[in-house]
């Protein structure tokens, strides 16, 4: 489990009525603006000129995807850029098609195993070669070689511990010498994660994800014959089903939550780089004091009203127990980004 006393951060600002509606991407921009735009205008003056790399360390399932991605949202797409490894690797194969990605690596990867295996691997589809450290290094300074100079989050490094090493000179490594790096440890307790997977939908068309229990659609609808109630999805009206495996949820994952939290231990210990901290829940006994009602993730219920044959959808907040059994409300990502807003500026001594 990650640290077990990261700080609560407080995002209620005292006296404050106003409410908004974080679905909504205006009503969400003005609520950035509201919680926090000292903070996201010293980091627009800061990155007209300079830039950053921050790591987010998270377990599978934590958000790191949404935390970068609304941060960039909050403070300027035209400044940010998030790079996952995964999907890097993801894309691999058919970047090695192309001349100039090709002409890249054999100019700029160093190590152990021969470029020419590593090819030879992936177009034979096999698993004997692993992506050594030191390509998927050549790999992100490929992507960071698109963008121009951006500050970057980066998304899955270090993976393991053997990387850990090299996370601590990744800014040198891919070209950034001199601006500034951080470590975002991103705490999300496990049943939250668990409830994430076991009621997530797709649809088999557009596939779109969904959650029957915490991001429904419009539409809900009600199977007489089995007694379940299903999701209609926006794009095509399909019904969503359950992912082949979600049913297990954060069981079927177990190793790599475990892996992922073995790494962040090590990461925590490490000296000489700056730390952020995010947590995902409060407790409900001191939720309201540092936080709105609105900023708190709420649970869907439903129940089928026979008589305007019709689904009747309850919302309320949704309440989990912390990996210290502590009783807690999870929030919704927006707050979660401002707490990231402020601690960033208080990291670049803004």
């Not at 991605?69 to 690797?89: L, T």
């Not at 190590?111 to 030879?120: E, F, H, R």
């Not at 939250?192 to 779109?208: F, L, N």
């Not at 409300?329 to 401002?338: C, G, Q, T």
């Amino acid at each position: 489990m990650m640290d077990k006393n990261f700080p609560i951060f407080k995002t209620k600002i005292p006296g404050d009525k106003k409410v908004f509606d974080l679905d909504d991407p205006v009503d969400r921009r003005k609520y950035f603006e509201h919680k926090a735009d000292a903070e996201i205008e010293k980091l627009r003056d800061y990155l007209r000129k300079n830039t950053f790399v921050g790591f987010l360390i998270g377990q599978k399932g934590s958000g790191k995807g949404t935390y970068a991605k609304m941060f960039a949202e909050a403070v300027g797409p035209e400044y940010i850029e998030h790079i996952s490894i995964g999907d890097i690797i993801r894309r691999i194969d058919v970047e090695f098609k192309k001349k100039e990605f090709l002409d890249f690596l054999k100019a700029n990867y160093r190590g152990p195993v021969s470029l020419s295996d590593i090819i030879k691997s992936l177009t034979n589809r096999s698993t004997k070669i692993l992506l050594p450290t030191e390509l998927i290094l050549t790999l992100v300074q490929a992507e960071i070689s698109k963008l121009g100079r951006k500050a970057v989050f980066i998304d899955g490094f270090p993976r393991n511990l053997d990387q850990i090493s090299y996370s601590l000179y990744f800014r040198a490594l891919i070209g950034y010498r001199d601006d500034p790096d951080f470590f975002v440890f991103i705490d999300v307790p496990e049943s939250v994660i668990d409830e994430r997977m076991k009621y997530r939908v797709i649809c088999p068309k557009c596939q779109t994800s969904r959650n029957i229990k915490l991001l429904a659609t419009k539409e809900i609808g009600f199977d007489k014959k089995n007694k379940k109630f299903y999701l209609i999805c926006d794009e095509d009206q399909s019904r969503m089903m359950t992912k082949e495996g979600d049913e297990l949820g954060i069981e079927a994952i177990r190793d790599r939550i475990e892996a992922d939290e073995k790494v962040a231990e090590n990461l925590m210990k490490m000296q000489g780089v700056a730390k952020i901290f995010l947590r995902n829940s409060l407790p409900i006994e001191t939720a309201k004091k540092y936080t709105d009602d609105y900023e708190i993730t709420l649970a869907y219920n439903y129940e089928f009203d026979n008589q305007a044959n019709q689904v009747r959808i309850i919302k309320e907040p949704w309440s989990i127990k912390d990996n210290n059994g502590i009783l807690s409300y999870s929030l919704l990502a927006p707050p979660v980004v401002v707490a990231l807003i402020k601690q960033i500026v208080k990291v670049l001594g803004l």
